[in-house]
């Protein structure tokens, strides 16, 4: 990409300062050339692939997934109308960087050393620098490959972030801290998305979490100098204060994110491109800009949710006016389940529920902590309107590219991925026999068919019953689900099919072993893995 078709770090760190909308497409950027767009089909020539990524967005979010629902999503609900709805998909996880790590890599993140909860401020990479990624693999096969949003995989900082780098919320930077800061984001980062196959990046580490800046591909934008208290952190759920620069805001991320996508995408001319692009919202902090407010009836996390709506269809408009919509396969998901704390109760008691039928929210091993909106739109493949009932995870990305491009896998690569491509090409599937579903403390389930085996007493995050509470409950120490007659797991059978209890977790524990659940040459995992966390009490010959 020319230096003209990016940002220069002088306008983003004035756009940083003057808030959402002072980012502006420069006007010289190349559009895209629909020339060949009549030559063959669209499985002939190699497809643009945009994945967009929403951050805590619940099934029941999105009004085509859930009619019943109250928050308008007229945009998504017009890419599903032109492509296709999965009704079973999941996250391979209920949190953030584990999900983001399987979509990335193809792999269950319980392979790796993040057995439970997520990357934390400033993190060591959980990605390791030789495993293929997506966009490493896409970037073999000629693609260019960017990625505009959230990272929260760990960026590889060079320093180490001690109380005094941290600061004290309440009081300003005092003289060292700022040189603290000015001397450790002057360094490149070692670790980030550039580092893992994509070709340019542009986003935040984490939105909620310092540093408070944008990063452009392994640089700051700009050098944090200034304290963000908690005061003015908002809606500061999940969100930590530390060192911004002068004049941050939230309200700025969507529209930059939605800009920078679409210079992204019109500067593509003279190959395939892939797109990542991992929003900042609907998480916390609830930054809704002044167009949005209030304009659900229900809650700020639901005029969230309509804004994040608005944001797609921009970045489809932006493709649409590049001229390549239709060699281009648009895929739409969520990390995990909507966030409890954001107002959930709130919004059910007005008639909406973020998780729909399902049991739980974000964290959760119930579905609701997993189960998410997934939307696939590709012309001439895809027929409108469509609906998968069949079970697919987020992981499947890799596999499903792998395919596209006719590029077959190593077996050290994409583990846990298997192709949906025969799902969208119209096919009656099943493409899965199995898929594990993993909780924030680390809890495991695994479903098979219409089975579902979770290897906990409780929610296995922060739904009631916690695992704790179900202890003091003296509720059963796992669960088994019939999630075709009980989609809401409210009636667990494990006492009555100790036959399908034995089943699944015999599977779970060899899908451990051997380092992988598709064919292929075995694998090592990278930890001891344990499904059922060193606990006798969860063993199903002691439940």
Known sequence: MSKRALMTRREALKAAAVGAGALASSSCLARLSAA???EGNAMKRRPNIIYILADDLGYGDVSCFNPQGK???PNLDRLAAQGMRFTDAHATSAVCSPSRYGILTGRYNWRTRMQSGIVGVYGDPLIACDRLTVAGLLKQAGYGTGCIGKWHLGMGWSFKATADFHGCDGKPATPKQKALWREAFSKPTTGGPTTRGFDYYFGTDVPNWPPYCYIENDRTVGIPT???????????????PGPALEGWNFEQLLPTYAAKADEYIRAQQDKPFFLYMPL??????????????????LNLYADFVMETDAIVGRVLKSLADSGAPDNTLVMFASDNGCAPYVGAAEMEAKGHFPSERYRGYKADAW?????IPFIARWPGVVKPGATCEQTVCLSDLMATCAQIIDKPLPDSAGEDSVSILPLLQGGAGPVREHVVHHSINGKF?????KWKLVLCGGSGGWASPNDEQARKQKLPPIQLYDMEADPGERTNLQANRR???DSLSTLLQKLVDQGRSTPGKPQDNDAPVDIWKGSRDTHPDDA
């Open 36 to 38: 060949g767009a009549a």
């Open 71 to 73: 928050i308008p999503t």
């Open 226 to 240: 200034e304290f963000l208290p908690a005061r003015l952190l908002g809606n500061n759920q999940a969100s930590q």
């Open 280 to 297: 900042t919202s609907p998480h916390t902090p609830l930054a809704v800009n002044k167009e949005w407010k209030g304009k659900s009836g």
């Open 367 to 371: 579905d609701g902590g997993h189960r």
């Open 445 to 449: 389930a695994i479903r098979s068919g």
């Open 499 to 501: 036959d399908v209890v």
